[in-house]
Nanobody, 119 residues
Framework: QVHPVESGGGSVQPGGSLRLSCKYSGDIEKVASMGWYRQAPGNQRDVVATITNGGTTYYTDSVKGRFTISRDNAKSTVYLQMNSLKPEDTDVYYC?????????????WGQGTQVTVSS
């Protein structure tokens, strides 16, 4: 299994922007949903945003109006555009891809990318 690969993390000042990318491989037509999650050391991994194969999006309340999830099926890539970043957005961000087949499902996580928001 080839895990998704995230990129685009880094350090930015409050109010700045970053765009995370997650490239995955596998059956694009069987992808049911993709999502971004974040986790601080010692904490649970929380959902940030998700997008279904049909294009339905979900955002956790703290990022609504600031973050945008999107996908490019031709590139097998899902993005997270993060604007107006706040120090509390500092975390390791993980990409998840969920495939749904007739008789089984598959979920793979990326290795994570660090986002640090600090002045």
């Amino acid at each position: 299994q080839v895990h998704p690969v995230e990129s685009g993390g880094g350090s930015v000042q409050p109010g700045g922007s970053l765009r995370l990318s997650c490239k995955y491989s596998g059956d694009i037509e069987k992808v049911a949903s993709m999502g971004w999650y974040r986790q601080a050391p010692g904490n649970q991994r929380d959902v940030v945003a998700t997008i279904t194969n049909g294009g339905t999006t979900y955002y956790t309340d703290s990022v609504k109006g600031r973050f945008t999830i999107s996908r490019d099926n031709a590139k097998s890539t899902v993005y997270l555009q993060m604007n107006s970043l706040k120090p509390e957005d500092t975390d390791v961000y993980y990409c998840n891809v969920f495939w749904k087949y007739d008789d089984y499902t598959r979920s793979l996580w990326g290795q994570g990318t660090q986002v640090t928001v600090s002045s």
